[in-house]
């Protein structure tokens, strides 16, 4: 049954949560060290600017030890030098080693320096040798990919394969925004990115929730529940995935100040009144999970203890009394087997990793992974963090990731998120081991149901499941093979604004992806100076023509938002119909590649944002 009696009740607890976010969500928890007590690196070397049409490109030499780079600029060579701003809403630092400047503007003169960081909140190193560039006025030169068929280049590592799917009973509820059915739909949509995405494993919050009803104390007894655990991970595995287990939030039976709620459904943020029933509840959760689905599946999820516990407005506790959560909801799952799976620290903004890792190093805490939060960036190379640990064998989720931690904003709905998330998943290939885009589906209740269909949802699906640009274009990374040949790209952007991956399938298919796009959501809406043309140059094929398809994710193509002319909040079901008439790739055939010598040439404009993938298929 569906938790919310009507619509009015449902509204006023919306508009009474998404005050409360807006008035918390900038609030940090104290941390138990200071910035000054974190390793402050060495500055980078080599550092390079080169200028090209609309952007100036950063490059530099990586930092032994670093997890990111600040970009700093100024308009004058003595300074003032400042980080600059993306417009992402939350981490500035990048991975590295490389950045394209857009935020500038053309045909100004800057000078620019990088600073190393060893965390998130670490102070940066001293700035690097100050370079300087101007962003042309003109039209950029071609850009060339030399592509040498043959020639392999090591393998994708499909890291959107772990996906966010906020809170899962929505799996059962009934009538929903817009006449829908958000079980239904729901429940489509995981099944949509099961099958066309690769989608194996699934975050989501509140499995402790009283919704669950987990939790409850009797005459002073604890007293457990787990049926409602059970039809939702029954359900979860039916569908092809398996659960990350964030533990949380709070049994208001255990809670120590049951009025300090999070979201619409009021889940619980307090610390508990009992550490030693917090772990009983833990191990009794593991326990009865092994019990129910066995060891050799349990032992392939994941327990994630708690949800952005640095934010204020999830956890009213200090960072030390998160260590202790963790660590007895740790200690009790491990009891129950140690193939158990746990990590932490779950935080917004890549925060407290390393104070964690210290944590659990001095107190010799289970840790089996270590999970965070990045949006409106490239996350962060915490594998640095875990080398300099020497805990190399630690796995790195990214349990929450995507264009923007902002509720109801635009670019959620916007072709610009298609190439973000191609960069964040070749950015990451190295140094993660999931990055969980957040989330599937536009039902998503966190600061109330949607209230139009394109509002700025989250979701890689709206509401009635149509397909945004940033579903598309991980539908075409699943597409693509796993096996990568060598692709040289050249020219104005390339490897910052522009990148590129291409792969080689057992029947001799080749699959060129190509995007274009900035990390500076000023340019939502495009910008002429930044799109591109680019040049392909093949080698080493082997089969003598390739029939040939391009398929193209833009603001005008495989963009549903373009089909939508908004005079209502939601469309007649005539309107649907043609709606999902309209929701497929912009696919368009082209002439066959007739190969001469074993090399062929072709063109083709990548507006930004823009994705294009050219497939060649051997002709039979």
């Known amino acids: 049954m569906d938790m919310y009696s009507s619509m009015d009740q449902f509204t006023t607890q919306a508009n009474s949560a998404r005050a409360d976010w807006e008035k918390r969500i900038g609030q940090r928890i104290k941390e138990g060290s200071e910035p000054d007590r974190l390793p402050i690196l060495p500055p980078p070397e080599q550092v390079a600017a080169t200028s090209g049409a609309g952007q100036v490109t950063l490059r530099w030499s990586p930092v032994e030890g670093a997890v990111g780079y600040f970009i700093y600029r100024s308009e004058q060579p003595t300074g003032p030098f400042t980080i600059i701003d993306h417009g992402g809403g939350d981490v500035l630092a990048v991975p590295g080693l490389a950045y394209a400047d857009t935020t500038c503007t053309p045909g100004q003169q800057y000078w620019y320096a990088i600073a190393s960081i060893a965390d998130a909140k670490a102070r940066p190193s001293e700035l690097s040798t100050i370079v300087e560039a101007q962003p042309q006025t003109q039209v950029s030169e071609p850009l060339t990919l030399h592509i040498q068929a043959q020639k392999e280049a090591g393998q994708i590592n499909p890291l959107w394969h772990m996906l966010g799917g906020e809170h899962l009973s929505q799996l059962f509820y009934k009538e929903g925004p817009g006449n829908s059915q958000i079980g239904s739909e729901y429940t489509q949509a995981f099944t ?110 994941g327990f994630e203890v708690w949800n952005e516990p640095n934010l204020k407005v999830f956890w009213t506790g200090t960072q030390q009394e998160y260590f202790r959560l963790y660590d007895v909801a740790a200690r009790a799952i491990k009891a129950v087997d140690e193939r158990l ?57 990214w349990t929450e990731w995507g264009i923007t931690p902002t509720h109801f904003a635009r670019v959620n ?16 290939q190295n140094h993660a081991d999931a990055l969980a885009y957040w989330v599937v589906s536009d039902h998503f209740e966190e600061l109330g149901r949607a209230p139009k269909l394109f509002h700025g949802g989250f979701g890689l699906l709206s509401v009635g499941n149509l397909h945004k640009p940033r579903y598309w274009a991980l539908a075409l990374l699943e597409e693509m093979g796993r096996d990568l040949v060598h692709a040289e790209l050249q020219g104005d952007g390339a490897g910052s604004l522009i990148d590129s991956w291409v792969t080689r399938k057992a029947d ?77 790739l912009a696919v368009e055939e082209m002439p066959d590649v007739v190969a001469t010598h074993g090399a062929a040439d072709l063109a083709f404009t990548l507006p930004m944002p823009g994705v294009v993938r050219l497939r060649l298929t051997p002709t039979r």
């Open 192 to 301: 949509m990115a099961h099958h066309e995405l690769g989608a194996r494993y699934l975050r989501a919050h509140a499995i402790l929730d009283d919704e669950q009803n987990v939790y409850r104390e009797v005459n002073g007894e604890a007293a457990y529940d787990f049926s409602s655990v059970d039809r939702i991970y029954d359900f979860v595995l039916q569908l092809g995935f398996r659960p990350i287990v964030e533990l949380s939030f709070m049994p208001s039976d255990l809670a120590t100040d049951v009025t300090k709620t999070i979201f619409t459904y009021k889940g619980i943020i307090s610390p508990p009144k009992n550490w030693q029933r917090w772990g009983e509840l833990n191990g009794r959760l593991a326990a009865h999970l092994v019990e129910r689905y066995g060891i050799e599946e349990v032992s392939q999820w």
């Open 413 to 428: 709905d916007a072709a610009f998120g298609a190439p973000f998330v191609l960069h964040g998943m070749k950015s990451a």
């Open 508 to 584: 001799g298919t080749l699959d060129v992806l190509v995007w274009n796009g900035t990390l500076d959501q000023s340019k939502i809406d495009g910008d002429p100076l930044l799109d591109r043309q680019i040049r392909i140059h093949l080698e080493q094929l082997l089969a003598e023509s390739y029939h040939c398809s391009i398929t193209r994710i833009d603001m005008t193509h495989s963009n549903i938002t373009t089909h939508w002319t908004g005079q209502t909040d939601w469309p007649t079901p005539e309107q649907w119909d043609i709606l999902h008439a309209a929701d497929t």
């Open 341 to 397: 799976k746990v990590g932490g620290p779950s935080t917004a903004a890549a925060e407290w990793v390393v104070d964690f890792l210290n944590y659990a190093q001095r107190e010799g805490s289970p840790l089996d992974f270590i999970s965070t939060h990045t949006y409106g960036n490239l996350p962060l190379n915490f594998k640095e963090a875990l080398k300099a640990a020497n805990l190399p064998h630690i796995e790195v989720l």
